[in-house]
Nanobody
């Protein structure tokens, strides 16, 4: 099991950027996949980006070209750089970790075992 703590959320205008960070309680190189999810009010949680420890990354279509997921194994952190933010990016953003070695590309929350408490991102037009 790994404890995850997110930070970096806030309120911005459309077109601006935010960088989220997730601190893990143990070595991130030993975690098969780490990912970012988000949940808007009244909507289901959706996968945003996934980073496998072999270097493979995956993004949901709506954020491709705008968001970048990166992992720093020296600091045991997972970041999400979000550029050109849109109002539809608003939501609670969660960091998650998977214990499955076959998690590469997974953006379904059923594939992930450990979750952070979330950080709020609000984008106004």
């Amino acid at each position: 099991q790994v404890q995850l703590v997110e930070s970096g959320g806030g309120s911005v205008q459309a077109g601006e950027s935010l960088r989220l960070s997730c601190a893990a309680s143990r070595a991130t190189y030993a975690i098969f996949c780490m990912a970012w999810f988000r949940q808007a009010p009244g909507k289901e949680r959706e996968g945003v980006a996934n980073s496998h420890n072999d270097g493979r990354v995956a993004y949901t279509d709506s954020v491709k070209g705008r968001f970048t997921i990166s992992k720093d194994n020296a600091k045991n952190t997972l970041d999400l750089q979000m550029n050109s933010l849109k109002p539809e990016d608003t939501g609670m953003y969660f960091c998650a970790a998977s214990r499955s070695p076959w998690c590469a590309g997974a953006l379904s929350d059923t594939e992930f075992d450990d979750w952070g408490q979330g950080t709020q991102v609000t984008v106004s037009s």
